[in-house]
């Protein structure tokens, strides 16, 4: 019995590579896929990078990333020079003085990074030194509470409440008093101001100041939670006249009925579960458990950034928050099919 074997395929394989040559990988394919996860990471909008400030609090902790970043880059640049040069113009056995490797240690290695950190030690410390200052006595004041998982917003002397929202007037430095209601959380505005820890039982103090009108957007950025990252905020930034005026319809009472629609989605609102722990001003909801719906019509966002605030989004937060947001602490309402439609459209006439 004799055995056969067809080695045609292996011999035209060998035939067709050189031995003793592997197959190199391209570098076009990978230049390609790397050029396309670039694009990508820029397909994100314009979020509110603290590289990109709108106020001077922000404006001091960008220069001195900048700064840093410029100096890390030259340090890199003068090893990959000292390198190549090695690898270049160093080959071979070449006699070096005795002592001339030392003094470059010293001088390179040590000397010159001592200085460079001291600088940048004094520069954080003026930096710091700023950001600490107290606006002025009568600087406007926002008095802003943390709860799982929304923020909580009141000017001392309105009568009214709004949620997840802070109006200040360009140009002005406005104190922020913080508290947290349950767990750590941390008050953030990156085009704005660094950080700030909301520790329980105590009251912490920021400022934020905008150079320019807009609107910008705040985040908890200390981990609360299984809804940690649904807890955004938005500080919108406008002239004085506009603040005054939105102040005063913070004091006033909300937006009143004017279609028959509107008349049942309040008579809704007012006689079912919602009052119980919401409040409307000028109505008999005056619950406190959770956000004062005064003006939620105008709102950006509901549950605190988790959704669009737009009639079908708020639908479904009224009958089952949950599906939206897990553990929220609002319930699934009874609310009928009925009059469903009428709470929304009352809901959203209040702005």
Known sequence: MSLSVD???????????????RRQPRPLPVLTALCGLAL???????????????????????????????????????????LIWALVFRRGNVRVRHGQPIRFVAIAGAGLPFVILVAVYGVGLRDLAALAVDP????????????????????????????????????????????????????????????????????????????????????????CGTQHAHMAFLVVAEPRTD??????????????????????GQQAFVQGTCAACHAVRGTGAQGQVGPDLS?????WSLGAGAVPNDAGHLGGWIVNSQTVKPGNAMPPQPVSAAALPDLITYLRSLD
């Open 7 to 21: 080695t045609t395929a292996g011999m035209t394989r060998s035939a067709a590579r050189p031995a003793g040559r």
């Open 40 to 82: 990508l990471a820029g397909c994100g909008g314009d979020p509110p990078s603290a590289l990109n400030p709108a106020g001077t609090g922000a404006a001091r902790v960008a220069n001195l990333w900048w700064l840093l970043f410029w100096i890390s880059l030259a340090v890199v640049a003068e090893v990959m020079a000292l």
């Open 136 to 223: 002025d006595p009568d600087a406007p004041t926002v008095e802003v509470t943390g709860h799982k998982w929304w923020w909580e917003v009141r000017y001392p002397g309105a009568s009214g409440a709004t949620a997840n929202e802070i109006h200040i007037p360009v140009g002005e430095r406005v104190k922020v008093r913080l508290r947290t209601d349950d767990v750590l959380h941390s008050f953030w505005v990156p085009q704005l101001m660094p950080k700030t820890d909301l520790i329980a039982g105590e009251t912490r103090e920021t400022w934020l100041r905008a150079e320019r009108a807009g609107r910008y957007r705040g985040q908890c950025a200390e981990y």
């Open 243 to 264: 603040f005054d005026a939105w102040l005063t319809r913070l004091n006033a009472p909300a937006r009143q009925p004017r279609t028959e629609a509107e008349r049942r």
């Open 295 to 299: 003006n939620v019509g105008s709102r």
